[in-house]
């Protein structure tokens, strides 16, 4: 079966310091994956998607930025953290044999002070 | 552009009862799929029941099932029995139907709490 894990579960990060938050998937290959964050009180948000190693497409324009070095490893970036960044991340799978179902990892609650 | 919406930001059910928490969304699409997450508190997305459009018939699993009324463009979700363990943050979602890496587009979420 697949697995999909998050880390780290939780990050507290000085305004201008780097970001690096690892996603991986277990159990299937050549998976689409995806970054979603949650702000306070709110729905997702689509931050970044991949259809294949090193194929990024980013959906909202910001200072964060993502990587597939490999195929079922997902990478959210930053150089400098704004307080705004603040929020719980989540990445997601989904293959075709699932109808493109995206499955969600535990997420990492990400504070900028 | 797509969107979700959940008018109801909280709703609250007795131990054993009913409850059926209400979605509607705007597509001008034809095809596409809808979704229930539920978001306990450990933050974890997990996925409830998924709608392809195209089939007539509501899905359901187990005690959750779902009101899909394409014309309407609603896509409600009934918890039959509920239990302590319902008790979440309930999303609903859309996602195109073309395409593989189609995103998808989450309402606000509705607080379902149990109460024994």
């Known amino acids: 079966s697949q697995t999909i894990h998050q880390w780290p579960a939780t990050l507290v990060q000085p305004v201008g310091s780097p970001l690096s938050l690892e996603c991986t998937v277990e159990g299937t290959s050549n998976p689409n994956l995806y970054w979603y964050r949650q702000a306070a009180g709110r729905g997702l948000q689509l931050l970044f998607y991949?259809?294949?190693?090193?194929?990024i497409s980013s959906e909202v324009p910001q200072n964060l930025s993502a990587s597939r070095p490999q195929d079922r490893q997902f990478i959210l970036s930053s150089k400098k953290l704004l307080l705004s960044d603040s929020g719980f991340y989540l990445c997601a799978w989904s293959v075709g044999s699932s109808g493109y179902t995206q499955y969600f990892g535990p997420g990492t609650r990400l504070t900028v002070l | 552009a797509q969107t979700v919406t959940q008018s109801q930001p909280e709703m609250s059910v007795q131990e054993a009862e009913t409850v059926t928490l209400s979605c509607t969304y705007d597509?001008?699409?034809?095809?596409?799929?809808l979704f229930w997450y539920k978001q306990p508190p450990s933050r974890q997305m997990i996925l409830v029941i998924r709608q392809e459009a195209y089939k007539q018939q509501n899905a359901t699993e187990n005690r959750f099932s779902v009101n899909f009324q394409k014309a309407a463009k609603s896509f409600s979700l009934k918890i039959s029995d509920s239990q302590l363990g319902d008790a979440a943050m309930y999303f609903c979602?859309?996602?195109?139907?073309?395409?593989?890496?189609?995103?998808?587009?989450f309402g606000k979420g509705t607080k379902l709490t149990v109460n024994p």
């Open positions: 979602a859309y996602r195109r139907a073309q395409g593989g890496s189609e995103k998808l587009v």
């Open positions: 597509t001008s699409e034809s095809d596409y799929y």
């Open positions: 991949s259809v294949g190693i090193g194929q």
